[in-house]
């Protein structure tokens, strides 16, 4: 097995993030949303510092050069977005959550092309388009009604941010991973985001005196967050990106839905239904379809010459 394939990276980071979204549901029941991004990424970057504290010091003049870069990365991908989306979770149902994320994938192509000038390629559109209504089946459990009863609160408004917020931080990871070391990077990003996360969940706390308690359970939650959710699917995530740029990767997270759908079966004690089977057929098939495109049309330049 190649463990530096792309898109065996995509599937470990998206079934791991699939995860996050069902373990942070639970959490945030018991810790403020702000709290629990400090929480989750300072035990990432407890992991991640014996790991990468040395080539984050060997290229720690460019903390200083690329401050501006850093610091864009961090209030979009690594604090804005999972922040948000703790935030939206208290307000919005799961079901408008995965309707809001399935449009993530649409905005890193506008993203890509409004920042990075790169085209777009109206070949990938109807692999997107095909994910995306495997997305909408899986969630609507196959049926219109459901959908178009569905309606939309401040909770979706701040799932919309958190999208916003992934589609700039993919599209700044492909135009800036290459000019900072990927291992320095990441940490540089994590200690901004601890450094601006902190004052924010101590506000937080005061505001709303929160009744903290600890569990095993609990626990195990933040590891998972913080370790698995954090150190793991971003490596994986920052290093496809790096591979074969972002527009490549974006139709692979509408596999979060499905990997949230196959986590919280497995451990809330949900069914598996017809309409899961046909939405993850889709989701599949149009992520083989974009990607099949775009390989095809990278390759045939070469063929010509």
């Known amino acids: 097995m190649n463990w530096r394939s792309p898109y065996l990276l995509l599937i470990v980071a998206t079934c791991l993030w699939g995860g996050n979204f069902v373990v942070g549901k639970v959490l945030v029941a018991d810790i403020p949303p702000i709290l629990l991004a400090t929480l989750r990424w300072c035990i990432a970057l407890i992991a991640i510092t014996p790991l990468y504290v040395k080539e984050a010091w060997k290229h720690r003049r460019l903390f200083i050069e690329k401050w ?58 109807p692999g997107i388009g095909l994910s995306m209504l495997g997305v909408l089946w899986m969630i609507t459990r196959g049926s219109w009604e459901i959908l178009i009863g569905l309606s939309f609160n401040q909770g979706d408004l701040w799932m919309l941010a958190a999208i916003m917020c992934w589609a700039l931080y993919s599209v700044g990871m492909r135009h800036y991973a290459k000019q900072i070391p990927s291992q320095a990077l990441f940490m540089y990003t994590i200690i901004l985001s601890v450094a601006i996360l902190i004052p924010l969940s101590v ?22 967050i913080g370790v698995l959710a954090s150190l793991v699917a971003f490596s994986a995530w920052n290093q496809s ?16 839905p499905l990997f949230s759908t196959i ?27 974009a990607n099949r495109r775009l390989k095809l049309e990278k390759a045939a330049p070469s063929e010509q010459s």
């Open 241 to 256: 990106i790096a591979l074969i740029g972002p527009a490549r990767c974006a139709g692979f997270l509408n596999l979060i």
């Open 68 to 125: 501006k870069v850093l610091l864009f990365l961090s209030l979009t991908g690594v604090a804005g977005f999972n922040t948000l989306v703790y935030i939206a979770v208290q307000y919005t149902s799961s079901i408008n959550a995965a309707v809001m994320n399935a449009a993530t994938p649409i905005l890193i192509i506008m993203a890509t092309w409004m920042m990075l000038r790169e085209r777009i390629r109206l070949s990938i559109l």
């Open 263 to 289: 986590f919280a079966t497995a451990f809330t004690g949900e069914s598996l239904h017809l309409y899961h089977f046909i939405g993850a057929l889709l989701i599949l098939m149009g992520i083989y379809v």
């Open 203 to 224: 506000v937080e706390t005061m505001v709303r005196q929160p009744v903290l308690h600890s569990s095993v359970g609990i626990w195990m939650g933040l590891l998972y």
